[in-house]
C-alpha cells in the first residue's frame, strides 16, 4: 500500500518552454501533496505544500508564478514548471500523505534537463 | 529553527559488519521522526517513524531508536543491497513539514 507515482520519470525540454509532471496516489486518497527538489548530493528542499482544492503554500524563495501547482483531486497534483530555463533542470521528487497520518510516502521522481 | 543532523556523511562496511547510523535533531516540539532509504535516480522509500522517546521499530535487518535527542539506525549483518543513502526527517508538532538531514551514504560491500 500507500504508493505514488509520478510521470514523466524524466524529460528534457527547451529553454523557454513549459513542462508539467503528474504525481498521483495510487491506492490512498492524500488530503496532502507536497512537491520537492533535489540537487546532486544534497538533501531534498521542500517546495511547496498543496491540499486538494486549496492554493498552495510555497516556501520562502519558490516562484509561484513559475512553479504552478494544481491539486485537483484526491489522487492527483500536478507541478508545472513554466519558462523553464537551464537553472531548472533538476530531481523533482513529490510526496503525499493521508488525512490523520504523519508519513510522507514519495513518488520516484522525475528528472528535468532544460537545454 | 529545527535542526536534523546525520552522522557520519558517509559509511563504508563489510557485508556482515553490523554498524549504527545517527540522527541528532532539534525540535520545539516532535511530531515524528521519519527513515527513508533513497537509491541513486529514485525517490526517497519509506522505512520508519518513530513518535517518541524509548520507542523502536524492526524491519528485517534494520531497526530504528529513539530517543529525546537522536534516533538510530541500527543495520545487522548488512548485505550490498542495503547499500543506498540514508535520510533522516523530523515533523514538529505546529507544522507540516519534514525537516531532512543531508543524509548517510551506506556502502556495504561483498
Known amino acids: 500500500g500507500a504508493v505514488v507515482s509520478q510521470h514523466p520519470s524524466w524529460v528534457i525540454c527547451k529553454s523557454g518552454t513549459s513542462v508539467k509532471i503528474e504525481c498521483r496516489s495510487l491506492d490512498f486518497q492524500a488530503t496532502t501533496m507536497f512537491w520537492y527538489r533535489q540537487f546532486p548530493k544534497q538533501s531534498l528542499m521542500l517546495m511547496a505544500t498543496s491540499n486538494e482544492g486549496s492554493k498552495a503554500t510555497y516556501e520562502q524563495g519558490v516562484e509561484k508564478d513559475k512553479f504552478l501547482i494544481n491539486h485537483a483531486s484526491l489522487t492527483l497534483s500536478t507541478l508545472t514548471v513554466t519558462s523553464a530555463h537551464p537553472e531548472d533542470s533538476s530531481f523533482y521528487i513529490c510526496?503525499?500523505?493521508?488525512?490523520?497520518?504523519?508519513?510522507?510516502?514519495f513518488g520516484p521522481g522525475t528528472r528535468l534537463l532544460v537545454l | 529553527e529545527d535542526q536534523v543532523t546525520q552522522s557520519p556523511e558517509a559509511l563504508r562496511l563489510q557485508e556482515g559488519e553490523s554498524s549504527s547510523l545517527n540522527c541528532s535533531y532539534t525540535?520545539?516540539?516532535?511530531?515524528?521522526l521519519f527513515w527513508y532509504r533513497q537509491d541513486p535516480g529514485k525517490g526517497p522509500e519509506f522505512l520508519f517513524t518513530?513518535?517518541?522517546a524509548g520507542e523502536e521499530k524492526e524491519k528485517e535487518r534494520l531497526k530504528a531508536t529513539l530517543t529525546k535527542k537522536e534516533s538510530f539506525l541500527h543495520i545487522t549483518a548488512p548485505k550490498p543491497e542495503d547499500s543506498a543513502t540514508y535520510l533522516c526527517?523530523?515533523?514538529?508538532?505546529?507544522?507540516?513539514?519534514?525537516?531532512f538531514g543531508e543524509g548517510t551514504q551506506l556502502t556495504v560491500n561483498p
Open positions: 510526496s503525499a500523505k493521508l488525512a490523520g497520518q504523519e508519513t510522507q510516502y
Open positions: 518513530l513518535y517518541s
Open positions: 526527517a523530523v515533523k514538529e508538532t505546529s507544522g507540516s513539514r519534514l525537516t
Open positions: 525540535v520545539s516540539g516532535l511530531r515524528g
